[in-house]
């Protein structure tokens, strides 16, 4: 390989290809102003990839992702696949093939655009191997069973490992916030399940006496929440109720539309948005790039810290300006953020944007 950064371009389903093109070409504007190098490589992956392979995760995917330095993942709709054998979600085996264990998810209030709650700023790390979902608790088979036609039974697993690591991951970013953390559990019912999770937390939290930590009953954070987003910088938990406050937290500040998402590992990261894919809108150049763009913007940063890529980092600042002055400025915005332009048009002039700032 070339000293260019190598990543990938997974376009995904419906409104995925429209929006996964917005955020390569707004990453790239910057990063050839900046003088980084990127090779994009495109992967076939979803129900594009069904319909010309035959399996929505192609021979191959897996090897041709362990090379690269990241990629872009699109939304994938896989609850409208065909029963087929090769229909299956690409999503858990991403996750736990690459052991992308920490899905970040920050969520951000802008002054400029209606939102129910303003001075939003925090960023919720869901444990993403674990927890009650079926696809990533067993080896082979599932979590959930039937032993009776009126029974059904959920496994939810919970690993010292799996606690230990998430809670570092979030302490660590929090100590580059504003050193506040935040652990959700429900341990008054779950006693041994998030009785684990809270028990790693806190001895990972004395490694961290720079930052303070808080412990918050799942339900209590629901409410507290909707009432008062601001008191909370980095929110630390489980995967279930990750991914529920997660979006209830981008309900605060205008939908899923505003909520961008970075998977990761130690040595591999997949920019996904935790938005679907919309097959509503799909096809009419109306979705909203905004969580794609970010998505992307947070895996050239994470390029940039944990492979000592300067440039990379360079570039991600230089996108973050770039949206942020396209959504203040309500210079070219979708229809669901109030504005009049097409997708393409969004994210010209965001690209236009990250471009003078990487050059600058």
């Not at 409104?15 to 910057?30: F, M, Q, S």
Request: hydrophobic content about 45%; overall charge negative.
């Amino acid at each position: 390989m070339s000293d260019a950064l190598q990543l990938g371009v997974l376009l995904g389903d419906d409104i995925g290809l429209e929006v996964v093109p917005e955020a390569v070409k707004v990453v790239d504007a910057a990063a050839r102003a900046g003088g980084l190098p990127i090779d994009w490589h495109d992967i076939p992956i979803g129900r594009r990839a069904l319909d010309q392979l035959g399996t929505t995760l192609p021979d191959g995917t897996l090897d041709a992702l362990e090379r690269l330095d990241g990629w872009i993942l699109g939304p994938i709709g896989h609850r409208e696949y065909p029963k087929l054998p090769g229909a299956v979600n690409p999503h858990p085996i991403l996750r736990k093939h690459f052991d992308l264990f920490a899905n970040i998810r920050p969520t951000r209030s802008y002054r400029s655009l209606p939102s129910l709650h303003q001075g939003v700023d925090l960023v919720i790390v869901r444990e993403n191997n674990e927890g009650f979902q079926p696809d990533r608790n067993v080896v082979a088979g599932s979590g959930e069973f039937r032993p009776t036609h009126d029974v059904t039974i959920s496994v939810r697993v919970i690993t010292r490992a799996g606690s230990s690591k998430i809670a570092r991951a979030a302490f660590e970013l929090a100590r580059t916030r504003r050193k506040q953390l935040a652990a959700i559990h429900k341990d008054t019912v779950f006693k041994l399940g998030c009785g684990m999770f809270a028990e790693e937390c806190r001895a990972v939290a004395a490694e961290f006496p720079d930052v303070a930590y808080e412990e918050v009953i799942v339900d209590t954070f629901a409410m507290r929440l909707v009432m008062r987003p601001q008191a909370y910088d980095v929110v630390v938990t489980t995967n279930m109720f990750g991914d529920i406050l997660s979006d209830e937290a981008a309900g605060l500040v205008g939908g899923l539309g505003m909520a961008p998402g970075l998977s990761a590992g130690h040595r591999h990261a997949m920019a996904q948005a935790t938005h679907g894919s919309a097959p509503d809108i799909a096809g009419r150049n109306v979705a909203n790039p905004y969580a794609m763009i970010v998505s992307a913007q947070m895996l050239l940063d994470w390029i940039g810290r944990t492979k000592d890529v300067p440039r990379a980092r360079a570039a991600a600042r230089a996108v973050g300006l770039a949206v942020d002055e396209t959504i203040e400025g309500r210079i070219a915005l979708t229809p669901d953020l109030g504005g009049t332009a097409t997708t393409t048009q969004m994210g010209d002039a965001i690209a236009a944007r990250a471009a003078v700032h990487a050059a600058s």
